[in-house]
């Protein structure tokens, strides 16, 4: 069989990856092997503000394994890790540039509707029928998203009156 191409490689594990939507509260209940690879607390803290935010991130990328009941998240460890420090108020909020009124803040003390939010919001989560023999082609499908990301953000960025009063209008309905 002759090798594949590196953009071959790509596009195939392209095409055998399922893309599926989950809420924090998916994630929080399915069994992930997780590296023990953290953010410090500032960038932790900026993460969650842009969650909350609203600010769109990069796919959550998954694989099943052969040694683990579960699946093993190749690409987005910080991210889950920062989620679940929030969520089991391991974490509290500084550094809030655009939301200031998250600052100082754990998950227990934001607002009914931020916290619903923060638990409803939908995450698009890769699972890749791969194995680690792909890894080099991951990392390039990696740095591919992060770059699209960065190029999203910066032509959209999202105005802080927006964020703000998003959160305010919700916080406002739920009590009358």
Same mark, same amino acid.
């Given at each position: 069989?002759?090798?594949?191409? $590196?953009?071959?490689?790509?596009? #195939?594990?392209?095409?055998?990856?399922?893309?599926?939507? *989950? /809420?924090?509260?998916?994630? *929080?209940?399915?069994?992930?092997?997780?590296?023990?690879?953290?953010?410090?607390?500032?960038?932790?803290?900026?993460?969650?503000?842009? %969650?909350?935010?609203?600010?769109?991130?990069?796919?959550?990328?998954?694989?099943?394994?052969?040694?683990?009941?579960? %699946?093993?998240?190749?690409?987005?460890?910080?991210?889950?890790?920062?989620?679940?420090? $929030?969520?089991?108020?391991?974490?509290?909020? #500084?550094?809030? @540039?655009?939301?200031?009124?998250?600052?100082?803040?754990? $998950?227990?003390?934001?607002?009914?509707?931020?916290? /619903?939010?923060? %638990?409803?919001?939908?995450?698009?989560?890769?699972?890749?029928?791969?194995?680690?023999?792909?890894?080099?082609?991951?990392?390039?499908?990696?740095? /591919?998203?992060?770059?699209? #990301?960065?190029?999203?953000?910066?032509? @959209?960025?999202?105005?802080?009156?927006?964020?703000?009063?998003?959160?305010?209008?919700?916080?406002?309905?739920? @009590?009358?």
């Amino acid at each position: 069989m002759p090798k594949l191409s $590196f953009a071959e490689k790509k596009r #195939q594990i392209e095409e055998r990856a399922v893309v599926k939507v *989950y /809420s924090f509260q998916d994630i *929080y209940s399915t069994k992930f092997k997780k590296s023990k690879s953290y953010w410090n607390r500032p960038q932790q803290s900026k993460f969650i503000e842009a %969650l909350l935010a609203g600010v769109r991130i990069m796919p959550l990328y998954v694989r099943n394994c052969d040694d683990y009941e579960g %699946l093993e998240i190749v690409n987005g460890n910080k991210r889950v890790n920062a989620m679940l420090s $929030f969520y089991n108020n391991q974490l509290t909020l #500084q550094w809030c @540039h655009k939301l200031h009124r998250l600052e100082g803040r754990k $998950f227990e003390d934001i607002s009914k509707s931020s916290q /619903s939010y923060f %638990l409803n919001k939908e995450y698009t989560v890769v699972v890749l029928d791969g194995d680690e023999d792909e890894d080099d082609v991951l990392a390039s499908i990696f740095r /591919s998203e992060r770059t699209k #990301q960065k190029k999203h953000e910066a032509q @959209h960025p999202i105005p802080e009156t927006f964020r703000v009063v998003c959160h305010q209008g919700a916080e406002q309905k739920r @009590h009358s």
